[in-house]
């Protein structure tokens, strides 16, 4: 298709032109960062140096929880290189989300390699009523989570597909599918790996104060399921009110023919008469295997309660992982089997292989995060940072809504930069969550603020490889679009959930309901 000539861009606003030169500079300055895995050998070098000073100092100070004084021990000593060499195995080993991803990851591949979520993705924008798709695709961005990565691949150019089907504009699908995604990264109406991965940091770096206390995937639940649903709504609001308007005003631009063709594209979001039967069978399973459990659980000696007959510390809330790997492995054996992508049970360990392979950028960023928060735990320098933290906080009288605030700030800018949740939260969970432990306030509240912080961004910086993915999608259709174009459609998404989403957050805190299974809120 040749194009025809357009009128000239306009002129972009003076707003717009300052942001774009501050996004530039923050590109430039994140391009120069290390790769995450040195990131946090810099730190770890930065820490021994830091420890040392310290020492020499004879930092300390009084855990009020223990009643002990905890004074930094230095990094450079001879104590300090025997724990790093000697510890280096059990520092990883033990790593508290390195297990808990692994054995869900091992369902959620089968589910995954027998092609079960991406059909479930599918099935749920295929037939969807015109004026209902941009909730259900937003909200099925929300499921999607559960896929981790792998909802970015499949989703964003589906979006894209399924605006096309109904005569709206492909790159307006791309957006909501990518901002949904990317931006409502940690809420979920499902538990995900997310959950687990950010449970376990959090675990390790509550037992700085509190040994025993433990972080499980479904401590925020409650709050994940909720801030699914309004940031489902707000997509919907903000972009048919704002996103669509301003998608409409640009400049007229011949559309490039898609290399598949349009009835491609139907055949991409089309199920096969296998798919559907695969899905209503996996669907049945799934019921079957969730009732087993209920019933399991309701006598009240049953072995699958926990101590006292309770539901919340039962094995099945507390080893919630192998309930979700068992669930994903089940259900994708079950369509795997419908649809021929399971033949044999030979099949099953061999995506459970290929699944684990893709996570070994995971398994070797989690080596160099174990080492440094076990350093960080040995020298004492966080356990003094956060109690010397804690007390200025209670000398100046800034309460928990103030606190909270702080996060999101400190965190929302650092996102910017580094775009691994995982990372950023080891970066920052081991001096904000024994802080907040001193403030009265649980481990639990302040994942839940850090959630909000670590995801809005995500669809508004260039740091994030699948922002660059997406503006390739977004110039299939447009060819015109750049990083400004890009940027000009996600930037209100993305603010407007932030805003909405700390005042979700808020009125939860206020109103106390609990964030989980168990988990209040203060």
Known sequence: MTATSSPPSPAPSKQLTRLLSVLMRIERMGNKLPHPFWLFGVLSVVLALASWALSAAGASALNPATDKTVAVQSLVSGAGLQ?????????????????????????????????????????????VPARWLTFTLSFTAMVAHVASDAAYVVLVPLGAMAFRAVGRSPMLGAVVAFVSVSAGYDASPLVTPTDAILAGLTTAAAQTVDPGYVVTPLSNYFFSIGSSVVLALVVTVVTEKVIARRVAAMPEED???????????????????????????????????????????????????????????????????????????????????????????????????????????????????????????????????????????????????????????????????????????????PVFVP???????????????????????????????????TLGIVQRYRRSAGIGTLLSLTLPLCLTMLATWTLLFYAWWALGIPLGPGVPVR
Request: net charge negative.
């Open 255 to 429: 559309e490039p023919e898609p290399e598949s063709g349009p009835a491609g594209e139907a055949d991409t979001l089309t199920l096969r008469d296998e798919e559907r039967r695969g899905l209503r069978h996996a669907g049945l399973v799934l019921l079957v295997y969730a009732a087993l459990i209920v019933a399991a659980m309701i006598p009240s000696g049953s072995p699958l309660r926990g101590e006292g007959g309770s539901i919340v510390q039962s094995p099945v809330l507390t080893g919630i992982a192998v309930v979700l790997a068992v669930a994903f492995l089940i259900v994708g054996a079950v369509y795997g089997r419908a649809v021929g992508t399971v033949r044999t049970g030979r099949d099953i360990p061999d995506h459970m292989a290929k699944g684990l392979r893709e996570m070994a950028p995971i398994l070797v960023l989690f080596f160099a995060i174990s080492q440094f928060l076990a350093y960080f735990k040995w020298t004492g320098v966080g356990e003094v940072l956060a109690i010397n933290g804690a007390d200025l906080l209670k000398t100046a009288g800034i309460t928990g809504p103030l606190a909270f605030l702080g996060i999101l700030l400190v965190c929302t800018v650092i996102n910017l930069l580094v775009t691994s949740g995982s990372a950023q939260w080891a970066l920052v969970g």
């Open 435 to 469: 802080m907040f432990m001193l403030l009265d306030i649980p481990p639990e509240v302040t994942q839940a603020v850090y959630r909000i912080a670590d995801s809005c961004t995500n669809a508004a910086t260039p740091m994030s490889a699948y922002f660059v993915m």
């Open 83 to 127: 724990m790093m060499i000697n510890d280096a195995v059990t520092n990883y080993a033990t790593f508290p989300p390195l297990g808990t991803i692994l054995v869900v990851m091992l369902g959620v591949a089968v589910a995954d390699r027998s092609g079960l979520l991406s059909a479930m993705l599918r099935a749920a924008v295929a037939r």
